[in-house]
């Protein structure tokens, strides 16, 4: 069986646990040591218990506990070649031993999970998403994705579970009050999905056979929950598709722990 919860998603800070049967794993630690703590213990995980920490790519949202969980659990920090330089200096002291190193597409094992990273589109140093296996099922994690590609759909294909990233509203980025670069660079091909374009995704996938989706990485400023449910509601519905008959469709909050599925 496999267990996942977001503890956190969206654009203030990003962390998920997923676990096998003996294997518990964090992935992103982009929040204070303190609350990812307090967030594992309201599931009834104990932190002292992860195996490892796994990061996607340097941007604080996702490494601002990293340092500070590995140096107080021992834990390992898994991240690509580009993402250990870019972050070492930001997380602080961490111990040789728990720096590893992998490269896209080179499944590895922790404990009883094999993982497989894939590159992703972002403005980052050789970012990634994970795809996770264990007892027969795919759980993918895939944020800060800019735009979708055949090679990030055939990763997602045949996942059990996607938490995807669907970032902001174009129409509230729009008119919002980020600076103009800032609003150029969310919009572009290395910045965040928008709804529709999560919504287009899922609605593939789903006809692939794709059951469980959460939708995550929210801004704060430029979406909503309910605003990204609908959207990709109505693209479903485009479709002949409908959430919570054809397939289920959850919202990751940024301030507040998901519920646990279990697949």
């Known amino acids: 069986m496999i267990k996942f919860c977001s ?12 676990s096998s049967d003996n294997t518990r794993l964090l992935v992103e630690a982009g929040l204070s040591g303190k609350k ?21 790519h340097e941007h604080i949202d996702h490494i601002k506990g990293a340092g ?3 140096r107080r659990f021992n834990l390992p920090i898994y991240a690509s070649e580009g993402t ?13 031993s728990n720096k590893v190193i992998f ?3 080179r499944p590895f094992q922790i404990g009883d999970i094999t993982v497989t990273p894939f590159p992703i589109p972002h403005d980052a140093n050789e970012p990634v998403g994970y795809s996770f296996y264990a007892s027969g099922k795919k759980v993918t994690i895939a944020t800060d994705i800019g735009h979708i590609s ?12 996607l938490l995807l990233e669907s970032n902001h509203d174009v129409e509230m980025l729009k008119i919002g009050p980020y600076p103009w670069p800032l609003k150029k660079r969310i919009a572009s091909e290395h910045g965040h999905l928008s709804n529709d374009a999560a919504g287009e995704v899922v609605a593939y996938l789903a006809q692939k056979g794709t059951k469980n989706f959460i939708l995550g990485h929210l801004s704060k400023e430029n979406n909503f929950p309910e605003l990204a449910y609908q959207t990709v509601c109505n693209v479903l519905y485009e479709k002949c598709l409908q959430a919570g008959a054809d397939i289920a469709v959850d919202v990751a909050l940024r301030d ?8």
């Open 84 to 96: 250990w330089r870019a972050m070492e200096r930001m997380i602080g002291p961490v111990l040789e």
């Open 36 to 56: 990812i703590i307090e967030a594992l213990c309201s599931i009834g995980e104990k932190p002292s218990e992860i195996n490892a920490i796994l990061v996607s």
């Open 103 to 105: 490269s896209s597409y």
């Open 68 to 70: 500070i969980l590995s």
């Open 256 to 263: 507040h722990v998901g519920r646990v599925i279990e697949l």
């Open 7 to 18: 503890l956190y998603s969206g654009s203030s800070g990003n962390s998920l646990f997923i």
């Open 150 to 161: 055949m090679d990030l759909l055939n990763n997602f294909t045949d996942s059990d579970l």
